[in-house]
């Protein structure tokens, strides 16, 4: 077994005495998709901002490639290798794909103080990262981000962190807000990126979408972990009754069992 590219051991993260996420021990190892489930309100937004450098661990501790770290800022996860992608990207509508890429690794031409960005270069890179992913309609570097599908500015961020080195994906809801056509595009960068030995975060409450791609398996629920599995271990029914909590699940379907026979003497 390869060692984990990123492991959380038994971390709490309180706000005001209040625990948002209770004693969370998880794992991904390269080239594997952990699939991170849960309802609105479970911690899936806190989780991520430990693993990504924004909240630092009430308790427990992370470690990266084996070695125990305390990340001060997002910047100290990105230097070991730590890429979030957000729900819509992380992307700037009115900057060109080329500018969005580079953006604050902007390469120049010239001899300081009279650097430029070098435009040329960055729209090469840009065009031949994204179309790496299979994003052919986008030709131009110059092109608006504004005008890309929801879909292409997942793959260009994706392909950004991917170019700059990434080693842990963490994708935030990254098909939540897309169609079925563009989330089985993003489906299927995600297949890439494991391929390519990157370790996957998918953070998402759609199950379907888990199972299509994810190794491993993770349930939070009020903060805590309630189930953790892998590949096969449990059916669609089965992740989803629990995500939903099995007994509220239970009550709802027996009254609306007696609100459609009431209707109906």
């Given at each position: 077994m390869s060692v984990p590219l990123l492991k959380l051991n038994h971390v709490s993260k309180s706000f005001a005495g209040v625990d948002a996420l209770s004693d969370v021990s998880l794992e991904v190892s390269p080239g594997e998709v952990l699939c991170l489930l849960g309802d609105n309100?479970?911690?899936?937004?806190?989780?991520?901002?430990?693993?990504?450098?924004?909240?630092?661990?009430?308790?427990?501790?992370?470690?990266?490639?084996?070695?125990?770290?305390?990340?001060?800022?997002?910047?100290?996860?990105?230097?070991?290798?730590?890429?979030?992608?957000?729900?819509?990207?992380?992307?700037?509508?009115?900057?060109?794909?080329?500018?969005?890429f580079f953006v604050g690794k902007e390469p120049?031409?010239?001899?300081?103080?009279?650097?430029?960005?070098?435009?040329?270069?960055?729209?090469?890179?840009?065009?031949?990262?994204?179309q790496k992913l299979g994003i052919t309609r986008v030709t131009d570097g110059d092109r608006l981000v504004g005008s890309l599908s929801g879909g292409e500015r997942q793959s260009l961020a994706i392909a950004r962190a991917v170019y700059f080195g990434a080693k842990v994906l963490i994708l935030d809801e990254p098909t939540s807000a897309l169609g079925v056509k563009q989330a089985t595009h993003v489906l299927r960068l995600i297949m890439q990126a494991r391929a390519h030995g990157l370790a996957v975060v998918f953070v998402t409450h759609n199950v379907t979408h888990a199972m299509a791609v994810g190794d491993q398996f993770a349930v939070l629920i009020h903060g805590r972990m309630a189930d953790d599995f892998r590949k096969g271990e449990r059916t669609r029914e089965q992740i989803t009754d629990l995500m939903a909590g099995g007994e509220a699940m239970a009550d709802l379907e027996a009254e609306l069992a007696g609100l459609t026979g009431s209707g109906n003497s």
């Open positions: 309100g479970a911690g899936k937004s806190t989780l991520i901002k430990v693993l990504s450098g924004v909240h630092k661990p009430t308790r427990g501790s992370v470690e990266v490639e084996g070695r125990p770290v305390v990340f001060d800022s997002p910047k100290d996860a990105g230097d070991l290798g730590i890429a979030t992608v957000h729900q819509y990207g992380g992307t700037f509508p009115l900057m060109s794909v080329a500018r969005c120049t031409r010239g001899v300081w103080p009279f650097q430029y960005f070098d435009k040329k270069t960055a729209a090469e890179i840009t065009v031949r990262e994204m």
